[in-house]
């Protein structure tokens, strides 16, 4: 199972060796670590979106630890356990309520594959015998309800909607409370898309969060933020104003099936302790995968 | 990583326009975020900047340290890593040997410098859309990766042309994606611009399983249009990996059979390193004609842009800075240039710098005024403008500030040549030939030109610029900067500047006239 999933990550990365020279060509050179390799070294790690800092600190500890030293096998096992590690080790499961619906919020910016990823999730739980309710509290843009609504009929299973301009925390209501009048045992809250600095749009996500905890003990259970793998720096500044405003409990990065790299993650985990849940590999409703941190590392070094 | 305001340091004033980096009222430091191995290092890229000290010429080795912090700022911004590297090379060969303009630092200079470059980089401007052909309407084609604002930014055109008295019609070619033509159909309602849908039939996993393609949508699309009378058409495709063959492909029938007038790659303000891939990808499959970048509205610096501006080398035509419908403006290179290097205080750097450079183009002219009433403004000193010129760094847009130079340089030559050039020559000259041009007959021309590796008709082309320079000199002596600008660059068009061997020949007159002519005309001016 788990090789296919890397199977569809890796064909997507190696269609493109010709665009993107991932880190492992580098350590097959033969020579000497000098300035030319570190500076070699950076810029792959900068195409992965690792952004100026994790790669100049990680490029100063190879430069510390290597350099004028033979290029082996050595050089690359520290680059790969290094940033292996930068992953951490956290329980990268869902939450699930003791008794009663397990709620998931799920929040992002604009187009990063919110809806997408809920009807992957439902789909999910679906599969596993669980009774799934998803809310459409994206009442604003156009056409979010009936997007949803195509989806829950896909993966069948229900969904509540408001009309398009309803108060999405009254839709959220809503669904909490058909959620535990009928026996749900998901339920998924879909959300419209927001730029993290859109104060107004933030303390409208702080509303629905205010409502669910209110209407369902301990909820929302998971709340997720959806990061698109092809954003560079400003996913940083997304985690930490999410995390602020909904107390993030994970993210699924989507868009993992084209060539970006989705390389923030590193700094999104050391700066905001915040850890990747799910991948989504495609826009089909069975394209999410478990995060694996080994066979991410590894991917950078395809 | 992002730029961020140090929150003990002041305030964030409300931000009015997107272009605007948001402001800092009291002592403003940068707190520079991310960095969990360089916990809240703070500093400022000006800051960064300023530390090369001391005045005089900048260095390869000042710049160089300089540059190494802008490097960082323009990745923080999202600037693909090999686009940073070939801008600053560019922007180094540009700085070094430069003089530093009194009243400003060396680290001010070089953020001149790097706005400038930037702002030419992203230019030029080009917010027009497609005619209507002879029997079609005119046909734009949007594509891009998944997700990036491509059907918003459909009806927001559609918006756009109805302002322009334009007659839009919407065509949705996404079938893919769930209830994309739905979506579209009420942008479309919202400003009551026809719609062309053909929704078809799905199966229950969402396979299309009846109706068009996508070719045949747009296709029909067109067709309705000209039922309708319509006179632009816009296509929605469905978002799309680069790396996707067949979706790719798709792209590429659209493009064959329907022949858009104009393709945007609408592209996200988020977007990082990865953005040269897609836009290479997309622009190979279908000559890209245009860039539209959207969610411009949040506080991501938009470096991509320059990245896909690089690969692309296609004008970005308008900026998404908001959801709504009306939230698309016309690209300005400025505005981008100051955020991606986030200082908000560039515009008064660069107004900081026009004015040192107003001064001491003030002090010049009336140094040369004065010789002009003394009928001394010699080639030397003609060559001394240039020099001047050179030294206050991007000679496009510096020539135009100074007097007699509008059109020295042909267009589509390279100007810091076409100055070499021109001061190869006068270096050429005598001392007596400098002060007195009469004095230059055939000769002495065929001997310059060999001295300075010309020819002989540049140098006679040379002599009638510098006189006609002379001459407007004097006109406008007693006129501001900013009117005589305004006076050369009208002069300009108008031909009396025109480039090339034919220089008098369209002016006033319409009669060339000889060496002797010129130095009697010269002798009554001066009396
Ligand atoms: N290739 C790929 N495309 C994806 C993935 N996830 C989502 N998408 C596509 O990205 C686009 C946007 O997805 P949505 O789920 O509508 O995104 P959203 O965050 O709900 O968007 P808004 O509600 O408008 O903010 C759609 O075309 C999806 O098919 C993924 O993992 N891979
Ligand atoms: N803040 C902001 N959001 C925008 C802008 N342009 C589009 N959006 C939002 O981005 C999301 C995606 O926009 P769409 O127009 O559906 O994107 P698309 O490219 O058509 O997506 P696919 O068809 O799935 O590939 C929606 O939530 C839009 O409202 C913009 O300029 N600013
Ligand atoms: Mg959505
Ligand atoms: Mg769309």
């Not at chain 1, 080790?89 to 869902?94: E, K, L, P, T």
Request: aromatic share 4%; charged share 30%; proline share 4%.
């Amino acid at each position: 199972m788990l090789g296919a999933i890397w199977q569809k990550l890796k064909t997507g990365l190696a269609r493109t060796r010709d665009l993107f020279t991932g880190v492992a060509g580098l350590f097959r050179l033969k020579g000497r670590v000098d300035e030319a390799f570190l500076a070699e070294l950076e810029k792959r790690l900068l195409s992965a979106d690792m952004g100026a800092l994790v790669s100049r600190d990680l490029v100063a500890q190879v430069r510390q630890s290597f350099l004028d030293r033979e290029i082996t096998g050595d050089v690359e096992a520290h680059v790969r356990q290094h940033l292996r590690s930068l992953l951490g080790d956290d329980d990268r499961s869902f939450h699930l309520a003791e008794s009663g619906p397990t709620v998931i919020l799920i929040a992002g910016v604009n187009g990063s594959g919110k809806t997408t990823s809920i009807a992957k999730l439902a789909n999910r739980f679906h599969k596993e015998g669980k009774k799934v309710l998803v809310a459409a509290c994206d009442t604003f843009r156009a056409a979010a309800v009936e997007q949803l609504a195509l989806w829950a009929q896909r993966t069948g299973v229900e969904i509540v909607k408001g009309q398009t301009g309803a108060d999405p925390a009254s839709v959220a209501h809503d669904a909490c409370v058909k959620a535990q009048a009928r026996g749900f045992d998901i339920l998924i809250v879909d959300t419209a898309g927001r730029l993290h600095t859109q104060t107004h749009l933030m303390r409208e996500l702080e509303k629905i969060q205010r409502i669910l905890a209110k209407q369902i003990p301990g909820a929302p259970h998971e709340a997720i933020m959806i990061l698109d793998a092809t954003n560079g720096q400003n996913a940083i500044a997304q985690a930490q104003e999410f995390q602020k405003v909904n107390n993030s409990t994970g993210l699924i990065v989507t868009k993992l099936d084209g060539t970006a790299k989705g390389g923030s993650v590193f700094a999104i985990k050391q700066k905001l302790q915040l850890p990747v849940k799910l991948i989504g590999v495609g826009e089909g409703m069975d394209d999410l995968e478990p995060f694996d941190p080994d066979a991410f590392v590894a991917a950078l070094f395809e | 990583m992002q730029l961020r305001p140090c929150k003990v340091a002041g305030k964030i004033t409300k931000r009015k326009s997107w272009s605007e980096f948001p402001k800092w009222e009291g002592v403003p430091r940068f707190e520079l975020f991310s960095g969990f191995m360089f916990e809240s290092l703070q500093r400022t890229l000006g800051d960064a900047i300023k530390r090369l000290r001391g005045r005089g010429r900048l260095t390869e080795a000042n710049i160089r340290e300089a540059l190494e912090d802008v490097r960082i700022a323009l990745l923080d911004a999202d600037v693909n890593h090999q686009v940073a590297q070939d801008f600053l090379e560019r922007v180094t060969k540009k700085a070094v040997g430069q003089e530093v303009l009194r009243t400003l630092d060396p680290g001010e200079q070089i953020l001149k410098i790097l706005y400038d470059e930037l702002v030419v980089l992203m230019g030029p401007v080009d917010a027009s859309l497609p005619k209507p052909g002879k029997d079609r309407p005119g046909v734009i084609m949007l594509c891009g990766l998944q997700g990036q604002g491509k059907t918003t930014t459909a009806a927001k055109l559609a918006l756009t042309a109805l302002n322009k008295g334009r007659k839009p019609l919407l065509v949705g070619a996404d079938l893919q994606r769930p209830a994309a033509m739905e979506q579209l159909r009420i942008l479309g309602e919202q400003l009551n611009v026809p719609v062309h849908i053909e929704p078809g039939t799905y199966d229950e996993r969402g396979n299309r399983t009846g109706g068009p393609n996508a070719v045949e949508v747009c296709k029909n699309g067109i067709k309705r249009a000209k039922e309708l009378l319509r006179d632009l058409v816009i296509l929605d495709t469905a978002g799309r990996l680069h790396v996707a063959e067949m979706p790719m492909e798709e792209l590429r029938q659209i493009d064959r059979v329907v022949q858009p007038d104009h393709a945007y790659f609408v592209c996200d303000a988020l977007t990082g390193q990865d953005a040269v891939n897609s836009a290479k990808a997309f622009n190979e499959a279908l000559e890209l004609n245009g860039v539209i970048l959207t969610k411009m509205d949040g506080d991501a610096r938009g470096g991509a842009a320059l990245s896909v501006k690089e690969v692309t080398k296609v004008p970005i035509k308008f900026l998404g800075v908001g959801e709504k419908l009306d939230r698309l403006e016309e690209f300005r290179p400025e505005g981008l240039a100051q955020r991606i290097l986030g200082q908000g205080d560039i515009l008064s750097l660069v107004e900081k710098v026009s004015k040192v450079q107003a001064e001491i183009g003030e002090e010049e002219r009336l140094r040369q005024q004065k010789k002009l009433e003394k009928g001394t403004f010699s080639l030397d000193d003609f060559r001394k403008q240039m020099e001047m010129l050179k030294k206050m760094g991007s000679a496009k847009d510096l020539l135009a500030s100074m007097p007699g130079m509008g059109n020295v340089i042909p267009s589509g030559q390279d100007p810091d040549q076409s100055l070499r050039r021109i001061q190869g020559m006068i270096d050429a000259m005598t001392k007596a030939e400098k002060a007195d041009p009469d004095l230059i007959d055939y000769n002495r021309r065929l001997r310059i030109a060999k001295g300075s590796g010309t020819k002989a008709e540049e140098v006679k082309q040379l002599l009638n610029q510098f006189e006609q320079a002379r001459g407007l000199m004097k006109m406008f002596a007693g006129q501001s900067m900013f009117e005589k600008i305004k006076a050369m660059t009208s002069m300009g068009k108008m031909g009396a500047f025109a480039p090339g061997a034919r220089i008098g020949s369209k002016g006033d007159t319409g009669h060339r006239k000889s060496p002797r002519e010129r130095a009697m005309e010269r002798k009554k001016k001066k009396k």
